[in-house]
């Protein structure tokens, strides 16, 4: 509800200025200082519309908001392969570890998952054992699962464009769309690649991931810096090779 607050109010900041709008930026400021106020500063001396009219022309705003998102939803299956047969090997520099290495990642078939999901089964083979991932392309989103299928390691919402922003498995998990940016890497030459910053928090957790992704392929590079109960991670992981089946 706060994200969407504040892009209500950038919005309205950026619109001409009627004494609607006026009145109407000035209740999702108050709305915001009342609910959020450890963050928001205190908006004093203004006059805004009763708290029934702002409420109303919130509302407004929120399906003004989603009409625009729903209007921009296109099938995933169309820009992003998830399809058995694609096949990925990335370089890993661990500088906590000290250490270089090769993870190899392939799309080996498909599995229906306890929610009714269809899942394409991706399998990441690291130097001293596999994990496996269930890829789920649903609507307008791509969901990457653990191993046991219920729990959300990575969401992505299609398309991507500046700015888009999405929450992730909890309710602390944070997606946005940061910058755009060209890459030369050994896999290959790749422009116009999204940067998004994944944050996440939870008990004795924390995440900040920095990803350079090309809607087709999916990560071309990424930064991981993570604490795990007392458990320090830093990586970049650099796409070397991959493969597509585009059959």
Not at 33 to 62: A, D, E, H, T
Not at 125 to 143: A, E, G, R
Not at 225 to 230: D, I, K, P, Q, R
């Amino acid at each position: 509800m706060k994200s969407k607050l504040i892009r209500i109010y950038s919005y309205i900041n950026s619109s001409n200025t009627t004494w609607i709008l006026e009145s109407l930026r000035k209740s999702v400021l108050n709305l915001l200082y009342k609910n959020y106020s450890r963050s928001i500063s205190p908006i004093n001396n203004i006059v805004i519309l009763p708290q029934k009219i702002c409420i109303l022309y919130v509302c407004v705003i929120l399906f003004f908001f989603e009409g625009c998102r729903q209007n921009k939803t296109i099938d995933p299956s169309s820009v992003f392969s998830n399809k058995v047969g694609n096949t990925y090997q990335y370089q890993v520099d661990d500088s906590i570890l000290n250490k270089t290495y090769s993870v190899y990642i392939s799309v080996i078939g498909k599995k229906t998952l306890e929610n009714g999901s269809l899942s394409q089964i991706w399998i990441f083979k690291y130097p001293n054992f596999v994990d496996t991932n269930y890829v789920v392309s649903h609507l307008d989103s791509v969901i990457f699962y653990n191993k046991t299928g219920n729990y959300k390691n990575s969401i992505y919402i299609f398309p991507l464009y500046l700015n888009s922003e999405w929450t992730g498995s909890q309710a602390y998990d944070s997606t946005q769309v940061i910058s755009k940016s060209s890459l030369q890497i050994s896999a290959g030459n790749f422009s116009n690649l999204f940067i998004i910053k994944e944050k996440a928090i939870g008990n004795n957790y924390g995440l900040v991931r920095n990803i350079w992704f090309d809607q087709t392929v999916g990560i071309i590079y990424q930064k991981i810096s993570s604490l795990n109960f007392g458990t320090r991670t830093k990586q970049n992981w650099t796409l070397i090779n991959y493969s597509l089946n585009n059959h």
